[in-house]
Nanobody, 122 residues
Framework: VQLQASGGGAVQAGGSLRLSCADS????????MAWFRQAPGKEREFVAA????????RYADSVKGRFTMSRDGGENTAYLEMNSLKPEDTAVYYC????????????????WGQGTLVTVSS
């Protein structure tokens, strides 16, 4: 399984970006998937997650109402739409796939993308 994250870049506060995660091994079609991020000097943290076969998406409180996670109908590409970006959203964003019941615990995800950098300036 190989996950390829893309779409990062530099934006000003209040701007938007859309991240993509392409899954070449179809892990998304049989397991849960999630987005995490790691800011400079900080530990990686949960952003959003969805269980396999579910439609409910769990979001971190810090991004709720601003970020939207989705995936395509074939379930081999996932997206993270990020609006109203803040400087504190600056981080490397990672997509992950894992257990069908995973819903945001890092330990439940076996496959990780390489990360894509998002930089938000004030």
């Amino acid at each position: 399984v190989q996950l390829q994250a893309s779409g990062g870049g530099a934006v000003q506060a209040g701007g938007s970006l859309r991240l993509s995660c392409a899954d070449s091994g179809r892990a998304f079609s049989r397991g849960g998937m999630a987005w995490f991020r790691q800011a400079p000097g900080k530990e990686r943290e949960f952003v959003a997650a969805i269980r396999y076969g579910d439609t409910n998406i769990r979001y971190a409180d810090s991004v709720k109402g601003r970020f939207t996670m989705s995936r395509d109908g074939g379930e081999n590409t996932a997206y993270l739409e990020m609006n109203s970006l803040k400087p504190e959203d600056t981080a490397v964003y990672y997509c992950a796939a894992g257990s069908p019941i995973a819903i945001g615990d890092e330990a439940d995800y076996d496959f990780w993308g390489q990360g894509t950098l998002v930089t938000v300036s004030s």
